[in-house]
């Protein structure tokens, strides 16, 4: 039913940009909240960026704020995650999460309950 697919992923050398897409179906993408999330090699899962119904409200956390940028296409249903300045530790395979039926006032920290099925992105030192 919820169908999340992320691709623009790979292989990219230390400060290097990438541009990861996530196209929905399967739900009223206008009214979710979206966010992309990323698991390294024997790490937990960390949430990246998220984005309410219009990019007027995002968060990121500290690690990755100024490098990434989340935004959102509501006519293409497919929200985007803009990386700049790859570092090593950005190594991961990144997920798009997506948490339908969001709440203007709720959190976009958490409370995503699907998913798709990630895109590797491997920088090299």
């Known amino acids: 039913q919820v169908q999340l697919v992320e691709s623009g992923g790979g292989l990219v050398q230390a400060g290097d940009s990438l541009r990861l897409s996530c196209a929905a179906s399967?739900?009223?993408?206008?009214?979710?909240?979206m966010a992309w999330f990323r698991q390294a090699p024997g790490k937990e899962r960390e949430i990246v960026a998220g984005i309410g119904r219009s990019d007027g409200a995002t968060y990121y956390p500290d690690s990755v704020k100024g490098r990434f940028t989340i935004s959102r296409d509501n006519a293409k249903k497919t929200v985007y995650l803009q990386i700049n300045s790859l570092k090593p530790e950005d190594t991961a395979v990144y997920y798009c999460g997506a948490k339908p039926g969001f709440i203007l006032t709720a959190s976009l920290k958490d409370g995503y309950g699907y998913w798709g099925q990630g895109t590797q992105v491997t920088v090299s030192s």
């Open positions: 399967g739900f009223n993408f206008n009214r979710a909240a």
